[in-house]
């Protein structure tokens, strides 16, 4: 018991404690900055009663299910070429993926945003090449978020999926070839229900990591794109309605919990299914 004192004074001074001052603004009544009354749930019946909150909430989690998807794929393709192949480039190939990780998030965005503008490297390409007659507008685009996010993320959906190839026995595959089954079928039936539960745990990581992320969003979305995280701010420093920004964050936070207990779900029976 004593042991664990540590590090449960830790979890509620980080976690618990930071979480439930957040719960209680939610429900209390602003003036700009100021408390000016009791409890209330009119935080939560204006934001869900509005339209333009919807959609941002919608589009938000699709890009975020889009980051996990593409990083988890991605992730998959390069994990099992690093662990696999006898490539004398694996080695190369993980500098390169965990590379993004000794810069700053926003350096790495700001990267994207000198690539993706009308005169940048990404467009100079598709009009010289004739992919396309003019610049193509990427930035203030979900297709430019989503890349920054992927850019940002995929480190972790490799390093999840490169766990769980270590653990299968290569012996498996092998013996599953010997038995006249080729490596697509190999990796279908005897490969992927062993790896699943850390393809999960990837997608889980990158979906929560996305749906709160916000220097993409700001930046690369130019203005035009908005999700939850860029709607905290609007509500925090523009229009001063801190309560509402206090019940998008539990927005965010609830949604993040809710799935994130799924994969968990899926993950324990994907497990029981391997073994």
């Known amino acids: 018991m004593r042991l664990a004192l540590p590090a449960t004074v830790w979890v509620l001074a980080v976690f618990a404690i930071p979480t439930a001052l957040l719960l209680a603004s939610s429900v209390l009544t602003y003036d700009g900055a100021d408390v000016t009354g009791p409890l209330t749930t009119a935080n939560y019946r204006d934001l869900f009663g509005n339209g333009y909150f919807r959609t941002v909430l919608w589009d938000t989690v699709w890009m975020s299910v ?29 500098l390169v993926v965990v590379s993004p990780l000794v810069s700053s998030v926003v350096v790495r965005t700001y990267g ?29 685009s979900e297709f430019a978020v989503v890349l920054g996010l992927v850019h940002v993320l995929l480190p972790f959906a490799v390093f999840t999926a490169m766990s ?69 701010r609007d509500r925090m420093v523009v229009s001063l309605e801190w309560g509402q920004a206090a019940a998008i964050s539990v927005v965010i936070l609830a949604v993040g919990t809710v799935t994130v207990s799924l994969l968990l779900f899926a993950g324990r029976r994907a497990r029981k299914g391997a073994s």
Not at 115 to 136: H, W, Y
Not at 170 to 188: I, K, N, Q, W, Y
């Open 164 to 232: 769980s190839l270590q653990g299968v026995d290569p012996v498996l595959e092998r013996a599953s070839r010997d038995l006249g089954a080729g490596p697509v079928t190999t990796f279908r039936r005897i490969t992927l229900p062993l790896i699943l539960p850390g393809l999960i745990a990837g997608f889980m990581l990158t979906f929560a990591i996305s749906l709160g992320a916000y220097a993409a969003a700001a930046v690369l979305g130019g203005g035009r794109v908005q999700t939850l995280a860029t709607l905290v």
């Open 112 to 140: 994207w945003l000198v690539l993706l503008q009308d005169d940048g490297l990404v467009n100079t390409i598709l009009v010289e090449t004739g992919l396309t007659g003019s610049a193509v507008p990427l930035i203030g």
């Open 66 to 94: 889009t980051v996990g998807a593409v990083c988890t794929a991605a992730g998959l393709l390069v994990a099992h070429f690093v662990v696999r192949s006898g490539s004398r480039w694996r080695t190369a190939v993980l």
